[in-house]
């Protein structure tokens, strides 16, 4: 047998090791098997020749990687993959206990309140004169401001500062007292 026939035997003796020990329990002797196989395959490459010798260096680094990618994206589907490992969760919130409290925490999303203290990005915001632990949806929040829950996450508010602008309303007569000016009514001089 040719030397560059031999390194393609070990290349591909090397790949069908690399697989097993994702799909068969070894203890790690297969990945011992693979590791001399892929080491050999390189070695008697380039006793064939330099050209044949890189090639199968090139080869190694392309295919290993991808079966390694293949290997850990399929394991889990497998019959022994799914002995070994827990079931994905169908979605985010089928692992979150469903509690009392984490639905009341779904009913405050879109309630306003405000910061307790600075948020960078976690702390705690009252609504409804309650405290809440919250997670700012990315900005600084200060201390007194305004905020607005977006949505809860892992047993948190999500906030964001509250931009939205809001009409107060006066009453004549605390106008007419104001120190201000502009807020006291003018007098009508067609009255009789």
């Keep these: 047998m040719s030397p560059a026939a031999f390194a393609i035997l070990l290349l591909a003796l090397g790949l069908i090791f690399l697989v097993l020990e994702?799909?068969?329990?070894?203890?790690?002797?297969?990945?011992?098997?693979?590791?001399?196989?892929?080491?050999?395959?390189?070695i008697v490459g380039f006793m064939a020749g330099p050209w044949t010798g890189m090639s199968i260096l090139l080869t190694e680094a392309v295919v290993v990687p991808a079966a390694l990618a293949?290997?850990?994206?399929?394991?889990?589907?497998?019959?022994?993959?799914?002995?070994?490992l827990i079931p994905r969760?169908?979605?985010?919130?089928?692992?979150?206990?469903?509690?009392?409290n984490y639905r009341g925490l779904k009913d405050l999303v879109g309630k306003r309140g405000t910061a307790r203290g600075l948020m960078v990005p976690s702390g705690i915001v009252l609504i409804e004169n309650r405290?809440?632990?919250?997670?700012?949806?990315?900005t600084t929040i200060e201390a007194g401001q305004n905020v607005l829950v977006v949505g809860?996450?892992?047993?948190?508010?999500?906030?964001?500062?509250d931009t939205t602008i809001r009409a107060?309303?006066?009453?004549?007569?605390?106008?007419?007292?104001?120190s201000d000016p502009l807020a006291q009514?003018?007098?009508?001089?067609?009255?009789e």
Excluded: H, N
Excluded at 72 to 81: A, F, H, L, R, S
Excluded at 89 to 100: I, R, Y
Excluded at 153 to 161: A, E, F, G, I, K
């Design 22 to 42: 994702f799909f068969i329990p070894s203890g790690g002797s297969l990945a011992v098997l693979c590791a001399l196989s892929l080491l050999g395959a390189i």
């Design 70 to 84: 293949a290997a850990v994206k399929w394991w889990p589907d497998t019959p022994i993959g799914r002995m070994i």
């Design 89 to 100: 969760p169908a979605s985010p919130d089928e692992v979150l206990p469903e509690t009392e």
């Design 131 to 138: 405290p809440y632990d919250a997670v700012s949806e990315g």
């Design 152 to 161: 809860v996450s892992t047993q948190r508010l999500v906030v964001r500062p």
């Design 168 to 178: 107060e309303l006066v009453e004549p007569a605390a106008a007419a007292a104001s």
């Design 185 to 191: 009514q003018i007098a009508d001089p067609f009255a």
